[in-house]
């Protein structure tokens, strides 16, 4: 907050980039009533999903990431590994970015919109549904991005990484139908980017597959767990700084 230029600049930009995803959309549907089976208004549903998922992950998780490849090329990440608690705990919860708390309420309240102009008022199951989907999307969120982090003990320096990860991501910022065959059952079952936001959008809108909502929940748990495992397993071939 002591920044507020930065602050209100770091807004701005994501606005831009919310402005985008809008705009495609838009254009989109100038010339299609819809899009995989997705009505526009549905489609603002599944953006606005994505919106509140996205500043979840950008306010808690993702800012930490960016720094973790700093630590290891700096030799910072010594001190943390000398600490009596979790590397994992101190190196990815340690900041918080109060930027996206503007974030999180404009996609709040776009989600609030959506629902509006679809004429959709959700039942109190589908609405604890999409919050307990939202979370499993988020542990499946970290957890890759806890995977590519690791990988920064080897590579050191971390820009590459971090933009394969966004590149990646890109994919989760489209509704999961909009993929067919191969590439579909990648994002919902190998990089489940997918559970991000279109299985959680699905499930407020009343339209998944129960199926798919087990898996979400129970891919949560495992990636999660794997990907724990594995930055466990890559701090244990950290050299330290000296080396």
């Known amino acids: ?18 402005s985008v995803q809008i705009g495609l959309f838009e254009v989109i549907y100038l010339h299609t009533p819809a899009i995989a089976g997705f009505s526009r208004a549905e489609m603002l549903v599944f953006l ?22 700093e630590y290891v090329r700096t030799g910072e990440l010594d001190f943390f590994l000398t600490k009596p ?7 990815c919860f340690r900041y918080i ?8 309420c404009f996609g709040i309240c776009f989600l609030i919109y959506a629902l509006h102009l679809a004429g959709f008022v959700p039942p109190l199951l589908n609405i604890a549904l999409f919050l307990v989907l939202c979370c499993t ?14 990988l920064s003990i080897w590579t050191v320096s971390g820009e590459g990484i971090q933009y ?3 590149n990646l991501f890109s994919f989760a910022s489209r509704p999961d139908a909009v993929y067919k065959g191969y590439m579909r059952r990648a994002l919902l079952y190998l990089f489940p980017l997918a559970l991000v936001a279109s299985i959680p959008a699905r499930a407020l809108m009343g339209t998944l597959d129960m199926g798919l909502a087990i898996w ?7 990636f999660l767990w794997a990907a724990l495992a594995f930055f466990d397993w890559a701090l244990s071939h950290y050299a330290g700084a000296s080396s």
């Open 137 to 150: 999307g988020l542990c499946v969120n970290v957890a890759i991005q806890t995977f590519f982090a690791a």
């Open 1 to 18: 907050m002591e920044y507020r230029g930065h602050l209100f600049m770091q807004f701005m930009v994501d606005m831009v980039w919310y």
């Open 216 to 222: 979400s929940v129970c891919a949560g748990g495992i």
């Open 48 to 69: 606005g999903t994505l919106f509140v998922t996205d500043a979840v992950n950008m306010m808690l998780f993702s800012h930490n990431f960016w720094h973790f490849p």
């Open 164 to 166: 394969l990860y966004h």
């Open 85 to 91: 608690a979790s590397t994992f705990f101190l190196t």
């Open 97 to 104: 970015n109060i930027a996206a708390i503007l974030n999180l």
